[in-house]
C-alpha cells in the first residue's frame, strides 16, 4: 500500500476559473476526510465520508466547494469560481473506523497534500 | 466544541538539548489526544497518541507525551534533538463517541540550531 496519494500536488489559477483535487485513501479505509490549511495555521476540518456517504460539512465549506466519493474508493474536492482566499493546502485523509477498538479514537493517515494558489 | 492551544508559535533548540512543546485543550467531554509532524511539503505524519491507559505515552523518533487531566495538557517531549526534528507540530483532539474528525492546533515550529 502507497498511503494516500493527491493528485495535483500543486495548482495555480487564476480567480474565477475552477479547480478540482483527487485523493486516493488507503485502500481498506472506510473513511476520508478534507482539511485546508493555510499559512501559520493548523489543518480545519472542511468534510468527511463514510464509505460514500457525505456526513458532515463544515460551515468552512461554501456554496462553491463541493466534495464526492461516488464508489466509496477515490474522492474528489471542487471548488468553482476561486477566490484568493482560497489559496490554501488542501489535505485528504484516511482511516478505518473502529481501527483502535474505541468509538472516536480514529487515526488518520493524511496524504502529502495539494497546494492552490489563486492569482 | 473542543479546542486545542499551542501557546508557542517557534521554538528554537539547541542540538542535543530537551525540548517540550506545550499542549492545552478544552473539551466538556471525555478527548483522544494526538501530536503530528509535519516537515516542509510533505503531509502530517502521526507522532503518537493518547486512547486510554497509561497518562505517559511514547511515540516514533524518540518522542513522548504526558496526558494531565487536571491540567488539560498533553504536553510533548525529547530528551535529545537532532537536526532532523526540525519541522512543524501540531497537537490534535477527538472526542469520545463523537464523529471522530480531529480538532488541530495552530502549530509549533521546532527549528534545532547546529
Known amino acids: 500500500d502507497t498511503g494516500v496519494s493527491q493528485n495535483p500536488r500543486h495548482k495555480i489559477t487564476k480567480r474565477g476559473q475552477n479547480v478540482t483535487f483527487r485523493c486516493d485513501p488507503i485502500?481498506?479505509?472506510?473513511?476520508l476526510y478534507w482539511y485546508r490549511q493555510t499559512l501559520g495555521q493548523g489543518p480545519e476540518f472542511l468534510t468527511y465520508?463514510?464509505?460514500?456517504?457525505?456526513?458532515?460539512k463544515s460551515r468552512l465549506l461554501s456554496d462553491r466547494f463541493s466534495a464526492e466519493r461516488p464508489k466509496g474508493s477515490f474522492s474528489t474536492l471542487e471548488i468553482q469560481r476561486t477566490e484568493q482566499g482560497d489559496s490554501a493546502m488542501y489535505l485528504c485523509?484516511?482511516?478505518?473506523?473502529?481501527?483502535?477498538?474505541?468509538?472516536?479514537?480514529?487515526?488518520?493517515?493524511f496524504g502529502a497534500g495539494s497546494r492552490l494558489t489563486v492569482l | 466544541a473542543q479546542s486545542v492551544t499551542q501557546l508557542d508559535s517557534q521554538v528554537p533548540v539547541f542540538e542535543e538539548a530537551p525540548v517540550e512543546l506545550r499542549c492545552n485543550y478544552s473539551?466538556?467531554?471525555?478527548?483522544?489526544l494526538f501530536w503530528y509532524v509535519q516537515y516542509p511539503n510533505q503531509g502530517l505524519q502521526l507522532l503518537l497518541k493518547?486512547?486510554?491507559?497509561?497518562?505517559l505515552v511514547k511515540g516514533i523518533n524518540g518522542f513522548e507525551a504526558e496526558f494531565n487531566k487536571s491540567q488539560t495538557s498533553f504536553h510533548l517531549r525529547k530528551p535529545s534533538v537532532h537536526i532532523s526534528d526540525t519541522a512543524e507540530y501540531f497537537c490534535?483532539?477527538?472526542?469520545?463517541?463523537?464523529?471522530?474528525?480531529?480538532?488541530f492546533g495552530t502549530g509549533t515550529r521546532l527549528t534545532i540550531i547546529p
Open positions: 485523509a484516511s482511516s478505518l473506523r473502529g481501527t483502535s477498538g474505541v468509538s472516536g479514537a480514529n487515526v488518520l493517515t
Open positions: 485502500s481498506e479505509h472506510n473513511r
Open positions: 465520508f463514510q464509505n460514500e456517504a457525505q456526513l458532515e
Open positions: 473539551s466538556s467531554v471525555s478527548v483522544y
Open positions: 493518547y486512547l486510554s491507559g497509561s497518562t
Open positions: 490534535a483532539v477527538s472526542v469520545w463517541y463523537g464523529n471522530e474528525k480531529l480538532t
